[in-house]
């Protein structure tokens, strides 16, 4: 599968963007999908993640209740919603996915198969 990152931009803090993480190939609907990011200087960071059903989902804490993860399989389309950005949700934001397990392994960059190019997320203060 390719995956294919969009949405990026720069925005002020308080803001909201929608990334959109496009699969190439059908077969992608039997992915779980993640998200992850890396600023500057920084290793690359877990986000959230979403079973290929969409019936579950999980996110690094500090994104609990301000991005949301969603998918439409007959899309082959990934989301993240984020809102309330922050200056410091500045960075790269990466769609990967996988067909290793779930619960216990999506936080970790290592589990993945395949990568998106990145889309670049600014937060102006």
């Known amino acids: 599968v390719q995956l294919q990152a969009s949405g990026g931009g720069l925005v002020q803090a308080g803001g909201s963007l929608r990334l959109s993480c496009a699969a190439r190939?059908?077969?992608?609907?039997?992915?779980?999908m993640g998200w992850f990011r890396q600023a500057p200087g920084k290793a690359r960071e877990f986000v959230a993640a979403i079973r290929w059903t969409g019936g579950s989902t999980y996110y690094a804490d500090s994104m609990k209740g301000r991005f949301t993860i969603s998918r439409d399989n007959t899309k082959n389309t990934v989301y993240l919603q984020m809102s309330s950005l922050k200056p410091e949700d500045t960075a790269v934001y990466y769609c990967a996915a996988t067909k290793n397990g779930f619960a216990g392994s999506v936080q970790y960059d290592g589990a993945y198969d395949t990568w998106g190019q990145g889309t670049q997320v600014t937060v102006s203060s």
């Open positions: 190939r059908r077969t992608s609907s039997s992915y779980h």
